[in-house]
């Protein structure tokens, strides 16, 4: 039996060994070079980057500038996703090209997150501007990079990678009228009564100048707060308080010129807001619905919400107008996103973000520049994961081996030669609080803590699900084809009128198996395995999709021979002895029912 398993793994890795490079080869025949040749001049890259800004509760039809500059000049791609929905383990990823589960950067402030976790984790060496300086690049950036990056630690070190920099501070980053920012190596500086997007303008701008006198292609990140509520915080020893006891939520503050706008507008009464019945899942199925109140008080939050972007609106103008007087528009790339999405009233949920419903994860990401068509929606899943990438890419780098994502194409026949190559799915991870940032709370608190799970999303052409575990063990499925806003959790004993007999021409429990499994590879992934997935439970190859995997032939290996997706416990970060089984150590490939850890 011992010399049948050596067979069996010395094969293995033989056959792997083979089919990994036919598929990369494969693959790349498939990809272009999304970045200049080596003869061209390279292209600058602008980044604009927002804080909590909506896709599903409408928020661009509210910013006609960058619908003028971004939408109709620009691809829109409306399929893309943030992996975690809360800021810094968001910004963290996007910055490194990693999974939270792989940055170990979970939260917003310490010990599961914020910037002394990223600096303890080794990233502050390893992550995009350095990679680009080391391109040579120069690179800027001004307002918030990441939370619990305060007054009191900006200089434990500096952050690495930028040749110029003026960074929004804790515990100042949400308060409107009162920032403080602190430039290169310069000591924090507060603009206490003047708007903060109105003072980051100015630094962005200024910023814009000093790259181009630099003489160097150059990156420029601008990350203004707006959208996010108004937020009063403290400092304790240096640490920010307790979210529950020291922390105020207000609705966002707009620029006094924009105080008056959108009076009549009410956040969309789509079928998932403030729902007749429960939906969801473990604590949001638990919540009750809303008072009219409690809905009125929505509605002027959310109106706040438009209103703070007004400012972001005008900053994304000027900054065109002076590409454009500097002769840059034509070599140029400027990408627009924000960190994560955010729900207000949707499933009975107060204002805030965290979870992982469409409204949460589903993001905005506009791309104008070099070759990108105008006014197209391009409708392939790109995730945040894949910016790190496609920046690289862009500047003619080399890209990393680590990395959890892929760069994204571009330019409309790259777009369409990569659909059906391209990744179908979205890992979707998120540890600890669920938090509300509106007037209300969940009951008696503002804070809810079980709020660790892990879920994906799939899109092909036939099907578009999500699937989450929770750390209760709790399960949800949606089937967005028939039920785009999620108010039927296939999975929930309530529901149990609502499961179909079949989904894709299978039985139901078949897909829900390959869901499973698929999540089961996804919660753990490194680098290609993230990409590619399914080459990790089919290494033959012979298994590309969620099409592909509902064969027939590979029933018991789905429905009996694999784990499943499970937690020991629930925890208020990523510790692996609370995550249940691991596919490295405890999955099983479609090889005769060998292990992962026999096969590789």
């Known amino acids: 039996m011992h010399h049948l398993t050596t067979l069996l793994t010395t094969a293995g890795l033989l056959l792997l060994s083979s089919t990994t490079t036919a598929t990369a080869q494969q693959h790349d025949q498939h990809q272009k070079p999304i970045g200049p040749s080596p003869h061209s001049t390279r292209p600058n890259i602008v980044f604009i980057l927002t804080d909590d800004q909506d896709l599903h509760l409408d928020s661009l039809s509210y910013t006609p500038l960058i619908q003028k500059h971004l939408i109709q000049k620009g691809t829109f791609f409306t399929r893309h996703y943030a992996t975690t929905a809360v800021c810094c383990p968001s910004r963290v990823s996007l910055l490194t090209g990693k999974q939270a589960h792989n940055t170990n950067v979970t939260d917003v402030n310490p010990p599961y997150g914020g910037y002394p976790k990223f600096i303890s984790q080794g990233f502050n060496s390893a ?107 403290k400092l304790f ?25 959108f009076e009549d507008v009410v956040v969309p009464r789509t079928d998932n807001f403030n729902p007749d019945r429960p939906t969801g899942a473990n604590w949001v199925r638990r919540l009750e619905r809303q008072s009219d109140e409690n809905v009125a008080f929505n509605d002027h939050f959310y109106r706040q919400r438009l209103r703070a972007l007004q400012s972001v609106d005008e900053l994304v103008d000027g900054l065109f107008e002076r590409l454009e007087d500097k002769g840059l528009l034509g070599n140029t790339y400027v990408f627009y996103t924000t960190d994560n999405g955010y729900h207000i009233g949707q499933h009975r949920l107060q204002p805030g973000k965290e979870c992982g419903f469409e409204e949460d994860i589903n993001i905005p990401l506009l791309v104008r520049g070099p070759g990108v068509e105008e006014g197209k929606k391009a409708d392939i899943v790109t995730t945040h994961i894949d910016l790190a990438p496609t920046f690289l890419g862009l500047v003619g780098a080399p890209s990393r081996a680590d990395f959890d994502g892929e760069a994204i194409p571009l330019k409309s026949h790259d777009i369409e030669k990569t659909k059906g190559t391209r990744h179908e799915h979205v890992t979707v991870e998120y540890w600890g609080f669920a938090a509300s940032e509106g007037k209300y709370k969940f009951g008696e608190s503002r804070v809810v803590i079980n709020n660790t799970y892990k879920a994906l999303r799939i899109i092909g052409e036939d099907y578009n699900f999500y699937y ?16 785009p806003y999620q108010v039927n959790n296939l999975l929930h004993p309530d529901e149990a009128a609502k499961v179909p007999a079949t989904i894709l021409g299978v039985p139901f429990t078949k897909v829900v198996s390959r869901l499973d499994s698929l999540l089961f590879v996804l919660k753990s992934c490194k680098s290609q395995t993230c990409i590619r997935p399914w080459h990790a439970l089919h290494p033959e190859g012979s298994v590309e999709n969620l099409k592909d995997a509902l064969s027939s032939r590979f029933d018991v290996f789905y429905e009996k021979q694999q784990k499943r997706v499970s937690y020991d416990r629930c925890e208020l970060g990523y510790i692996l002895d609370a995550e249940g089984p691991q596919f490295e150590k405890d999955g099983f490939v479609y090889r005769q029912g060998v292990r992962w850890d026999e096969w590789v």
Do not use: M
């Open 127 to 233: 992550y995009l501007p350095v990679w680009l300086q080391d391109a040579g690049y120069f690179t800027a950036y001004t307002g918030k990079l990441f939370n619990a990056h305060t007054i009191a630690n900006y200089d434990k070190p500096f952050p690495g990678g930028w040749d110029a920099s003026d960074f929004l501070l804790d515990p100042y980053t949400y308060s409107y009228l009162n920032a403080s920012y602190q430039r290169n190596r310069d000591a924090p500086v507060s603009y206490e009564g003047r708007h903060t997007v109105d003072v980051l303008a100015e630094k962005a701008y200024g910023l814009l100048d000093e790259a181009v006198d630099s003489g160097k292609p150059f990156f420029l990140g601008i990350a203004p707060v707006a959208p996010h509520s108004n937020v009063e915080a």
């Open 468 to 483: 989450s575990v929770w750390c209760t063990n709790e399960h949800e499925l949606y089937d967005l084809k028939t039920d």
């Open 237 to 261: 020893d240096g640490d920010l308080g307790d979210i529950e006891t020291d922390v105020l939520f207000t609705p966002p503050i707009p620029a006094e010129r924009h105080a008056h706008l």
